[in-house]
Each structure stands twice: as structure tokens, then as C-alpha cells.
Nanobody
Framework: QVQLVESGGGLVQPGGSLRLSCTASGIIFSFNSMGWYRQAPGKQRELVAVVSSSGSTNYADSVKGRFTISRNNAKNTVYLQMNSLRPEDTAVYYC???????WGQGTQVTVSS
């Protein structure tokens, strides 16, 4: 079965950094585009960043220059390095695989002073 397990969330002050990790099983990881999404309370889930099987990346405008998505195929893991965090980055962050489409359980990120 497919399993996506996120970790690395927590409470951080504005301007701080966090690194999220998502370890996958049950998929052909190296062939998959992998994405990070986030959802704040009462708001729609939105794409934050995606990395393709070839390594190409795309980011939401709101995080460009601050967040970096990367992958380690040997570890079946995708990362989201988040720098210069802002209160509006507060959300539950979800890992997503493309084939099949599957969601992790989410990890809470709270940015607050």
C-alpha cells in the first residue's frame, strides 16, 4: 500500500526556518512528481512546491525565494526547506504523490512570535 509520512513541522518564530521531510513507500518514487501542499483553517488546500521526476521545480509565488523543494531518490524522500517564515505560512503541510495520487497525513507548521 501507499504510505507518505511527513515530519519536521513545529512552532517557529517569524524569520525562522524549518525543514519538512516526506518519506514514501508503495510507489515508484523515482518516476513520481512529488508535491508539498498546505491548508490553513477555513481555507482551500494550495500547492506550495512541486518537483518532477526529472528534478524540475515549481513554486507558488508566495514562497518563491524562501522555500526549496528537493528529493533524495535513494531515500525515497522529498524535502521542503522553509526559510524566512512568515505568520501567513502557518498551515498543515501535506506531501502528495502523483502516481497514484495520494496524500500524507500532514504536519503542522505554526509561525508565531
Amino acid at each position: 500500500q501507499v504510505q507518505l509520512v511527513e515530519s519536521g513541522g513545529g512552532l517557529v518564530q517569524p524569520g525562522g526556518s524549518l525543514r519538512l521531510s516526506c518519506t514514501a513507500s508503495g510507489i515508484i518514487f523515482s518516476f513520481n512528481s512529488m508535491g508539498w501542499y498546505r491548508q490553513a483553517p477555513g481555507k482551500q488546500r494550495e500547492l506550495v512546491a512541486v518537483v518532477s521526476s526529472s528534478g524540475s521545480t515549481n513554486y507558488a509565488d508566495s514562497v518563491k525565494g524562501r522555500f526549496t523543494i528537493s528529493r533524495n531518490n535513494a531515500k525515497n524522500t522529498v524535502y521542503l526547506q522553509m526559510n524566512s517564515l512568515r505568520p501567513e505560512d502557518t498551515a498543515v503541510y501535506y506531501c502528495h504523490s502523483t502516481v497514484p495520487s495520494y496524500w500524507g497525513q500532514g504536519t503542522q507548521v505554526t509561525v508565531s512570535s
